[in-house]
């Protein structure tokens, strides 16, 4: 769980609000963000011309957006991790042979976030991309990595971040939720039958360290009409569990 700040500068967070602002808003102008976030006109102006400056957001017209330059930071985030360099063989290689969407999940704060994807010919497109963050409970990578943080961590990101329901099948009990992830630990695969995206399946299996510590989760999703019962239960899973294992001892030996 992030610690809290000792002496928050308030400023800085006024900062990010006003850049989560224009994320959530895709793009606003002044006014737009000033109500957004209840926070005078003046004030705001002057942050984004200052982030302007800096060339964190872009101007076209009287709207802002955010700007490209933030994915070179994201990019450096994700190339400090080597989990990245060394999954993304093995998820080509599954996305190439099988057709369908595989993604690399890891945990930050309590949330899940995409680092890396790859479509198969075969792929359906999807709301998320790399960067997207998400709800771990609410999909199968999130609950293959929960399941495998220790309890009293678990329960503290299920009461920051809560279990919001997403889809009608989104799991939205503390007990039930405790009840899957004992589920996943004991079989190793983690599922999403519609419980983020309806029409949308996925099975995910956690990546470990030789210590045991989660590193991240890998999946692979497809539409229902494809990923049913013996591929969903039986072959994914088969996947994922041999691609994890070489990815496991990649990380262990690199």
């Known amino acids: 769980m992030s610690p809290t700040a000792r002496n928050p500068i308030k400023s800085t967070r006024t900062t990010f609000r006003i850049l989560e602002a224009l994320v959530e808003l895709d793009g606003a102008g002044v006014t737009a963000v000033a109500d957004h976030l209840d926070l005078p006109k003046s004030n705001v102006h002057n942050y984004l011309s200052t982030l302007e400056e800096a060339g964190y957001v872009v101007k076209r017209g009287t709207t802002f957006h955010v700007g490209i330059r933030f994915l070179e930071l994201g990019a450096h985030a994700r190339n400090r991790r080597d989990l990245y360099d060394i999954a993304r063989p093995e998820m080509d290689k599954i996305a190439d042979e099988e057709g369908e969407l595989v993604n690399l999940l890891v945990e930050e704060h309590g949330r899940g976030t995409y680092i890396y994807r ?18 771990l409970h609410c999909t199968a990578l999130g609950k293959a990595i929960l399941a495998h943080l ?5 329960d503290e990101i299920v009461t920051r971040h809560g279990l919001p329901a997403v889809t009608d099948d989104t799991i939205t009990d503390r007990d039930e939720l405790r ?10 695969i983690a599922f999403d039958r519609e419980e983020r995206v309806e029409g949308l399946r996925c099975a995910a299996a956690p990546i470990c360290s030789n210590t045991g510590r989660v590193l991240g989760a890998l999946s692979i999703s497809g539409p229902t009409t494809r990923i049913q019962d013996e591929r ?14 070489v990815i ?7």
């Open 232 to 245: 969903l239960e039986e072959e994914i899973p088969s996947l994922l569990e041999r691609a994890t294992n």
């Open 118 to 135: 790859v479509a198969g010919d075969d792929a359906v497109q999807v709301d998320a991309h790399v960067g997207t963050r998400v709800h």
């Open 179 to 188: 009840e899957t992830l004992a589920d996943v630990r004991e079989r190793g």
């Open 248 to 254: 496991e001892l990649n990380i262990t030996y690199s």
């Open 150 to 154: 220790p309890e009293e961590r678990v």
